[in-house]
């Protein structure tokens, strides 16, 4: 069964950095493109990066482009988004998100339960 | 960036009912569009990927259809427990997007 777990999520001061984390199991991981997807309170869904599964190709949303790092270490099977100069705009319930096949970029068939991110002075 | 814009942003229906959902992309998506169903408080789930193919696992009710720029996502009987919010999501290219969701309320 596939399961991705993240952890993390804090509450932490405008300008401050962060480290999510996203443990995968029950599949391959250095097979797929995974994913970040936030959800701010009570907002729609907003995509953050995605990664290949060797991690040398990478995107980012204009948003988060040049403060967020989204990678990889297929050892440990586990994904990482690094958030530094964090903002208020930034809070949300951060996602991870499989890959629906180990070519899909972009499709996201399996997601973790989520861990929230308060940035707030 | 490819803009998805989604319709209507909320609906009410009844059990039984037939409900469409759509979504206009602001460039050709080749197809790269998927659905996904999300309940308060939970992770969404995906129902369609690639424009038309139901996800392992979801009802045969939920369908979807289009191309170029234009998807639809359709209930053909609409179920108690279809009440939630709906987004179509763009993976043509990146930034990859969504839509702005469709809250969807049983009658």
């Known amino acids: 069964e596939v399961q991705l777990v993240e952890s993390g999520g804090d509450l932490v001061q405008p300008g401050g950095s962060l480290r999510l984390s996203c443990a995968a199991s029950?599949?391959?991981?250095?097979?797929?493109?995974m994913q970040w997807v936030r959800q701010a309170p009570g907002k729609g869904l907003v995509w953050v990066s995605r990664?290949?599964?060797?991690?040398?190709?990478?995107n980012y949303a204009d948003s988060v482009k040049g403060r967020f790092t989204i990678s990889r270490d297929n050892a440990k099977s586990t994904l990482y988004l690094q958030m530094n100069s964090l903002k208020d705009e930034d809070t949300a319930v951060y996602y991870c998100?499989?890959?629906?096949?180990?070519?899909?970029?972009?499709?996201?068939?399996?997601w973790g339960q989520g861990t929230l991110v308060t940035v707030s002075s | 960036d490819i803009q998805m814009t989604q319709s209507p942003s909320s609906l009410s229906a009844s059990v039984g009912d037939r409900v469409t959902i759509t979504c206009r992309a602001s460039?050709?998506?080749?197809?790269?569009v998927n659905w996904y169903q999300q309940k308060a408080g939970k992770a969404p789930n995906l129902l369609i990927w690639?424009?038309?193919n139901l996800q392992s696992g979801v009802p045969s009710r939920f369908s979807g259809s289009g191309s170029g720029t234009d998807f639809t996502l359709t209930i053909s009987s609409l179920q108690p427990e279809d009440s939630a919010t709906y987004y179509c999501?763009?993976?043509?290219?990146?930034?990859?997007?969504f839509g702005q969701g469709t809250r969807l309320e049983i009658k």
């Open positions: 998100g499989r890959g629906c096949f180990s070519d899909s970029t972009g499709c996201v068939a399996h």
């Open positions: 029950g599949f391959t991981f250095s097979n797929y493109w």
């Open positions: 990664l290949n599964g060797d991690g040398s190709t990478s």
């Open positions: 460039q050709n998506t080749r197809g790269y």
């Open positions: 690639t424009t038309s």
């Open positions: 999501q763009q993976s043509s290219s990146a930034p990859i997007t």
